[in-house]
């Protein structure tokens, strides 16, 4: 790995989207200091969407369109506020780890599972857990050389929390992704990907329902910025 900080993001060629106008990063925006915009409330995003130009798209009426574009702003903000830096300091969490474990609740184990399926790929040794009980049980196994994954929207789940104070006491390095930078989950955390969660979003059940939409993203940019490192590697093998 000796060699290998910096040199990932030097070439903008390698995937042809651009974020912001610039053309001066890998496949994500470098600002990863931007400040989070949300709306306070209902009447502030019906303002906003008065004076923002709603998607052409036939056949929606305007509300429709309205959270159409809800779902577009927290798409493109989330991978605005994705740090380069974040992001390759977690690529040599998983490429210097032994084991992987991913920690997840809820909807985000769809999410949780599709990551591992797809580090699996890599032959990294990946399991995920998402019951209370299992988590806390294999926390207690790990070691510095193990990696733990976790995903979560608030970043205060109490059962993924506990486990991962836990396996603190067994020194094993931690990376979440989340879209919260001031949590539990982010003091316990030695890396952190930080995506972006509208605060509009309608919710008529009593039950977490939020669109995992922002842990997707931070997903699927982490194993690309994977599967690059190890094509440049010489892994050619591996697809």
């Not at 990932?8 to 995937?15: E, R, V």
């Not at 998607?55 to 305007?62: A, D, L, T, W, Y």
């Not at 733990?148 to 993924?160: A, C, D, P, Y």
Request: charged fraction near 25%.
């Amino acid at each position: 790995m000796a060699n290998y900080s910096g040199k990932l993001w030097k070439n903008p060629s390698i995937i042809d989207i651009r974020v912001g106008g610039t053309g001066s990063c890998f496949f994500i925006n470098c600002k990863s200091n931007r400040q989070k915009k949300g709306f306070e409330g209902y009447g502030e995003f019906r303002y906003s969407i008065r004076e923002k130009k709603l998607p052409e798209i036939n056949g929606f009426s305007k509300e429709v369109l309205g959270a159409i574009a809800k779902n577009q702003e927290e798409l493109l903000k989330t991978i605005e506020n994705i740090s380069a830096e974040e992001i390759e300091k977690a690529v040599e969490l998983i490429q210097e780890s032994e084991e992987i474990l991913i920690f997840s609740r809820g909807l985000s184990t769809n999410v949780a599972d599709e990551l591992m399926k797809k580090l699996q790929l890599f032959r990294k040794r990946v399991s995920l857990h998402d019951d209370s009980k299992y988590m806390a049980y294999y926390a207690q196994f790990v070691n510095e050389k193990s990696l733990i994954i976790v995903l979560s929207l608030s970043g205060e789940t109490v059962e993924i929390l506990n486990a991962l104070r836990i396996a603190k006491a067994q020194n094993p390095k931690i990376l979440s992704l989340t879209v919260n930078a001031n949590t539990n989950l982010t003091n316990l955390s030695d890396i952190s990907l930080i995506g972006y969660k509208s605060s509009l979003e309608v919710n008529y059940f009593d039950l977490d329902v939020h669109s995992r939409l922002s842990l997707s993203i931070l997903s699927r940019v982490l194993i690309d910025a994977y599967s690059i490192y190890t094509l440049k590697q010489g892994r050619s093998d591996i697809r």
